[in-house]
């Protein structure tokens, strides 16, 4: 059984699942299931854990599938109670782990997906949230995408993933506590002030349409990082209106399309910034999109001081971006 | 010249070096000179910036180097004052960027070394850190090392990095906010009571001797990860009384030497943990260096969360270092 272990110092959670790390090549630098058939492929359903949800395609078959992660980093039973272990404290994993696959076909990225596929996926991640945000021992949900392997994929069929969690885990609160502070001192949201802030300066814009903005922002940690933000002021991700859904999609597929024309070979990892789901709408807190792509391997210094080294800067990313050029690497 | 720009919102600073990416290769996955000369080897001096420091060697070489970084993150010339661009804000990235060349056999990694050489090497980071804080505008000294591709390396002899900023970056502020907090609810030193717990518990002790506890953490991010502990409190890295630097080599050389026993293609990144060098001596805080293996890749779910899924428990760590076993891979 996998168990949540928090450091007496930093006041950091840590997974400890052992079971996770016993599945094939779990370790394998630069893994993938090669040689092993792909379990997100069309007619491959029987290798993946019974479907959660899921959504018809063409031929009775279906075009999008949300299934139980296999090898799960958290599991459903268990209690959220915390207990101690001599010095330290401990809890169980509790939680859900689940995996969206975006589409039957195995080679096409989200960015080739037509825009209706791409709102449909993002449709799917707020009904899950909204579904699983019902038990009330969950506190935080959190999806992602890792897309190619210098992000850390292990299989190549486009998905994203949804971990539920039974506490806001610490880069969510110090996120929640430095918006918390721009507020309490200016009395403005910090995301609604960046918005202001990148729309008058024009030079990081990377998409935009009437409801959301795509652009690099001032102190992107790695090169070519994205965030999309919605102009409007929204703390929940899941509460999007449904009518918007295009509008995000259209903003997210042209970023990542610029994104996969200037940077050979991308890899990135896609975080859905929003506030822990049992919280109710805050004026301080504005939900997000992060896009980072990973150009190159964090090192002993970021991993030393928490500050990044990032040798584009983001003016010039999003110029690259925007002309459609070819980024060397 | 580069500049360090601070995230509205985290708090969090960036150091954005437009130059450092211009190198030729410095985005080359699993990058590295391929097809150049070692500047780092004897016989190449000419290759790198002036020496800073240097230990003599036999026939009338050196033993050990200190130059300048050839690329450096942060530049001596500028002023530690913050300036205002729009809403966000910045300041030169001064600081020092130095290479510590370890010895200069191309192949020979710190554990194979003689202890002799490794406590040189340590003395060498004491040394240097006693002479850059004398400037004032240097708040912080972050001594690190990347060994091998998987933890950001690009030269793969032998050498370690000493980077000195004007600011204390948020990873250490928050560490040492944590250990500020455990003082404050308990009156005692974090890491003193880890020492009794990991003494008095046993199954985490990698090495030991009089003066240092090397250990697998409860909480460890990453599989494999080792920290260790100078037994008697003290908060400052670069006050160790030099008769206990080969004390620290023995057991920094066994916990190097037990990972590359069991870990094939070991990759890691080592950091010493320390205060601000103009920060008086504390009671709350305790010097350490963290050895993180780096045996899988990070991603979104640990980049969105600062949660770590961790599938080798610490405790199976330790057995399986100590037995001297492989670890399969």
């Known amino acids: 059984m996998p168990e949540i272990r928090k450091d007496p110092v930093f006041g950091r959670w840590v997974i400890i699942a052992s079971e996770r790390g016993r599945r094939p090549n779990e370790f394998r630098p630069g893994g993938g299931p090669q040689g ?5 492929c069309a007619g491959n ?13 063409a031929g009775g078959g279906w075009r999008l599938r949300v299934v139980g992660n296999k090898y799960p980093a958290l599991v459903s039973e268990g209690s959220a109670d915390k207990s101690r272990e001599g010095l330290y404290d401990r809890m169980d994993a509790l939680g859900f782990h689940e995996v969206v696959i975006e589409t039957p076909e195995h080679g096409r990225p989200l960015e080739e997906m037509p825009v209706e ?15 699983i945000k019902k038990d009330p021992r969950i506190k935080h949900v959190l999806i992602f995408k890792n897309h190619g ?11 994203s993933q949804i971990i539920a969690m039974p506490l806001a885990p610490l880069r969510v609160t110090q ?21 202001a802030e990148e729309l008058s300066f024009k030079k990081r814009v990377v998409a935009e349409n ?15 990082e994205i965030w999309i933000l919605p102009k409007k002021h929204l703390s929940h991700f899941e509460n999007i209106p449904e009518a918007e859904a295009g509008a995000l999609a259209e903003v997210l597929k042209t970023a990542l399309g610029k994104l996969s024309a200037s940077l050979p070979d991308l890899s990135y990892n896609l975080i859905v910034h929003t506030m822990p789901v049992q919280e109710p709408e805050a004026r301080h807190y504005h939900w997000h999109i992060e896009i980072t792509p990973k150009l190159t391997r964090v090192a002993g210094f970021e991993w030393g001081t928490g500050f990044y080294i990032n040798t584009v800067a983001p003016e010039e990313a999003a110029e690259i971006l925007n002309s459609g050029g070819k980024y060397k690497v």
């Open 36 to 40: 092993h058939i792909c379990p997100f």
């Open 45 to 57: 359903e029987a290798l993946t854990p019974p479907v959660i949800y899921s959504l018809p395609g």
């Open 117 to 131: 596929a791409v709102s449909d996926v993002l449709k799917t991640f707020m009904l899950r949230v909204k579904e």
């Open 149 to 159: 392997r210098n992000a850390g994929a292990s299989l190549l069929h486009p998905h």
């Open 175 to 195: 996120e929640l506590d430095g918006a918390a502070g721009h507020h309490a001192e200016r009395g403005t949201c910090v995301f609604c002030d960046i918005t």
């Open 210 to 224: 009437s409801s959301f903005l795509a652009f690099t922002p001032y102190a992107s940690c790695f090169s070519f």
